[in-house]
Structures are given as structure tokens and as C-alpha cells.
């Protein structure tokens, strides 16, 4: 019966995402400019990311860093006075502004308004590699936003945030709307309240440079991806 909910909800999200986009397009234009104005670069940032059953797709942001911050410093992450992040891409996280693009991906399917967040397409490692537990989350579509997202958002591991993505599918199969409404309210609330933005670091890296970090970290995260449940526990 699930699936006939997952079935009205992609009708629901695609008019609320029309919906939201049409409205939206005097800010878009704001921001649009906000961005050509204080740094070099262009308007959107596009990023391989994974999808339902690990399929890649292009999801659109507002940029809010400097052109190619993905290959420099600390890399995928963004810890708080990331030098790579511009004054006005601050301004968009800081107010998760920068996330409206992704109503496009909403609109052409490749995203749902809830969902785990879709990672980076290289981020966990191989795909078909991946831990039966980290492979769970990709049974549904990514989210503008999800439980992880609500419960902790940038400052927990990537064990946790699976934790919670797997979560939210038992329960949103289980529960159906009233899932996906409650981490709509909650969201809502944690982008008022401005919590857990930045990556927290990992205090036994201190002294590191942000490449030497960006690679230790990446290195952790890839090899826990592929690693049996039972194995992570021993770890």
C-alpha cells in the first residue's frame, strides 16, 4: 500500500514544487544577482549526486563558494569559517536559501521534498560496493530535507545519518503522510533557529592541514560505506 502513497506524493511534490518555483522567481532573481555581484563565478552549482537505486544526477544549489571548492581545501567538507565559502553564500547557508534550486530536481523527479539528503556521487565510495545497510537509503527518493536533517543536520557522522535515513523509511512506509509532515514542521523550525550548519572536526585531526583532513575523513567514510554492520559495531 506504500507504494500507492510514494505514487501521490510524487503528483503532490511536483505541484508544490511548480507552485513554489513560480513564486519564488522575483527572489531567485535577488539572489542571482547577490551572487554575480560579490564573487566570480556562476549563479548555480551543479553537482553529481545519487539517487533512488544509486542512479546519478545533476543537483542544481545557489553557489555559495568560490568556482571549484569541491577539489580544494577540506573538499565535500564545510566547516564553520570555510575561507572557500564567498559573503554572500554565508548569508544563503546560514538561511538555507541556497537549497531552493533543488524544486527543480523535485520537479523532474530525481528529488522528493522528503527523503534522505542525496550524497555526492563518489562520497560513499562504489555503490554496488556499499553495506546492505548504507544501500537501504537509496530505496526512495532524496529529500530537500529528511529525518537526518532535523535530528542533526550537518554535525553527525555518516553512521548516524544512516541510522536515521533508514529510520524514516520503516516509518514513512509504516505511517505515510504524517512521516513526511512531521519532518516538514520540524525543518521548518530548524532553519529558523540556524542549527547545525557547519561539519563539526575531528579533534584528533588537529594540526592537519584541510587537504591532509578532507582525504583522512573521505577515507574513513568510503571504507565504513562497504563495511558489514556487525564490523562497524567492532570498530
Not at 538561511?95 to 562520497?123: F, W
Amino acid at each position: 500500500m506504500y507504494r500507492i502513497y510514494f505514487f501521490f506524493r510524487r503528483i503532490i511534490d511536483f505541484i508544490m514544487a511548480l507552485i513554489a518555483l513560480i513564486l519564488l522567481i522575483p527572489l531567485f532573481l535577488i539572489i542571482a544577482i547577490a551572487i554575480k555581484i560579490d564573487s566570480k563565478g556562476p549563479v548555480f552549482f551543479k553537482q553529481k549526486r545519487l539517487t533512488k537505486k544509486g542512479k546519478e544526477f545533476k543537483m542544481v544549489k545557489f553557489r555559495t563558494m568560490i568556482p571549484n571548492a569541491e577539489f580544494q581545501g577540506a573538499g565535500l567538507f564545510n566547516y564553520k569559517n570555510d575561507p572557500r565559502v564567498t559573503k554572500v553564500g554565508r548569508f544563503l547557508r546560514n538561511s538555507s536559501l541556497d537549497e531552493l534550486p533543488q524544486l527543480i530536481n523535485i520537479l523532474t523527479g530525481k528529488m522528493a521534498i522528503v527523503g534522505p539528503r542525496p550524497c555526492v556521487s563518489y562520497e560513499l565510495g562504489d555503490y554496488n560496493q556499499l553495506s546492505p545497510e548504507y544501500k537501504k537509503r537509496f530505496e526512495v527518493l532524496p529529500g530537500l530535507t529528511g529525518l537526518a536533517q532535523v535530528k542533526g543536520r550537518n554535525d553527525i557522522a555518516w553512521p548516524e545519518k544512516i541510522k536515521y535515513d533508514n529510520q524514516y523509511i520503516d516509518n514513512v512506509r509504516k505511517f505515510w503522510f504524517f512521516t513526511d509532515i512531521k519532518i516538514i514542521f520540524l525543518t521548518i523550525i530548524k532553519v529558523f533557529k540556524k542549527e547545525s550548519i557547519y561539519e563539526v572536526e575531528d579533534e584528533s585531526l588537529k594540526g592537519l592541514s584541510a587537504e591532509e583532513k578532507a582525504k583522512i575523513e573521505q577515507e574513513k567514510i568510503i571504507q565504513l560505506a562497504a563495511m558489514p554492520k556487525e564490523d562497524q559495531n567492532n570498530e
